[in-house]
Structure formats: structure tokens, C-alpha cells
């Protein structure tokens, strides 16, 4: 079997650095908040100003998307369908680091033409979780986290002024500071963000217009 050179995977790698967006997760102790822009782009055309890239698996668990639209979108239902055999096979919840897990392996399956994607994966099952997966597979565990071209300054707000004992409108505010500051300065990023609070007791998503 013939498998694809370094050089191709080069290639691919700075492909997916072409791609812009800007997601975040943090981790508090009463749940987990996402936030992702709006803007999606080809090159310097902003291709649709209205794009989705929060998605949930189920209503305790969601999925921010950076990367190719139509590859994080795939993965997206094969996890959903997944899940849903899952649950009805094995009569279990599901749990955030199964859908982590499910897609880790996805994507380290097809790491020799991989999907151009780089995931957070955020929920609450017995406490809230936050992993972080890029386009071979590896995941990783976080409190907090940044993916897409504005990461780079999303990330820088958020260091600064994350605390494990903020409060979930705390976190709000600090991952929609976070994506605004890279709509300000990335121009892959804009149009407005998306953030998506999940706690124990209830998940809801709102949209929140370009403060800049």
C-alpha cells in the first residue's frame, strides 16, 4: 500500500492554516461555555456570514468546528448517529469523553487523508469536560482552549484572565471578550458570535452581535 508523502501532508497542514474562524471553550465549575464566530471564509472571500459552528450532539453536548465546513459537518453526523447506537445498545448516557474518543478515532483512522478539522468537544455529564482534537487525532483534555486563526489572540484573553472559580456568566463574558478580540484583529473572523452555555441543569445558545 502506497500511503501518502510527508510532502502531501505538508500540504494539507498548510491548507488547513489557510482556513480562519475563532472557537473557544472554557471550563468552570458549573458547566462549560463555547463561543465561535460567524464568518466563513475561501482564501480573502468571505464565503457566508451566518455559519453554524456550534453544534450539538445531544442536548448536554456540543461540537465547535474549525476547518473545512463539509468535513467538520460529516463528522458531525457520523458522531451523532453513532451516539445514538450507542445509547440504544448499551442503555448508557452518553459522556463527553466518549464522543471525544469516538471522533479522535475517526480522525486517526483516516490520518493519511485526513478531515481538515480542528474540534472542541464541551458538556456536562457528571461534571463539565472540555477536550480538544486536531485533524490526525490527538486529544487532549482542557480547561480552557482556542482553535482557528484568531486562537493565537483568543487565547491571550482568556490566560489572562481565566479563574476556575468564575461564575458561568463570568465565563460568558470572558469567551465573548475572547472571540471579539480576534474579530477585531483576525480578518477571518467577524459577523458576530454564537456562545452556547451548558450546565447540569440546562443548555441554551444565543448569538451575539460584533461589539468592536
Do not use: C, W
Not at 482568556?158 to 468564575?166: L, S, T
Amino acid at each position: 500500500m502506497n500511503y501518502p508523502s510527508i510532502n502531501y501532508q505538508d500540504e494539507l497542514m498548510k491548507k488547513y492554516l489557510k482556513t480562519g474562524t475563532t472557537t473557544v471553550g472554557i471550563v468552570v465549575r458549573n458547566g462549560v461555555i463555547l463561543a465561535a464566530d460567524k464568518r466563513a471564509t475561501a482564501g480573502y472571500y468571505v464565503a457566508h456570514k451566518h455559519v453554524k459552528k456550534i453544534l450539538f450532539i445531544n442536548d448536554r453536548i456540543a461540537i465547535t468546528t474549525a476547518g473545512l465546513v463539509a468535513d467538520a459537518q460529516m463528522l458531525v453526523d457520523i458522531v451523532k448517529n453513532e451516539m445514538k447506537y450507542y445509547q440504544l445498545s448499551t442503555g448508557m448516557p452518553v459522556k463527553v469523553k466518549i464522543v471525544a474518543s469516538m471522533l479522535s478515532n475517526i480522525l486517526h483512522s483516516y490520518r493519511f487523508y485526513p478531515f481538515i478539522v480542528q474540534l472542541l468537544v464541551g458538556g456536562y455529564d457528571d461534571d463539565p469536560h472540555l477536550y480538544m482534537l486536531e485533524f490526525f487525532g490527538a486529544v487532549a483534555k482542557e480547561k480552557y482552549a482556542a482553535t482557528g486563526s484568531g486562537s493565537p489572540i483568543a487565547i491571550g484573553v482568556i490566560e489572562k484572565n481565566y479563574r476556575e472559580d468564575m461564575s458561568i456568566d463570568e465565563a460568558k463574558k470572558l469567551a465573548i471578550d475572547a472571540v471579539n478580540a480576534a474579530m477585531m484583529r483576525d480578518t477571518a473572523t467577524g459577523e458576530g458570535i454564537d456562545v452556547a452555555v451548558i450546565t447540569k441543569d440546562y443548555s441554551k445558545i444565543e448569538t451575539i452581535k460584533y461589539r468592536g
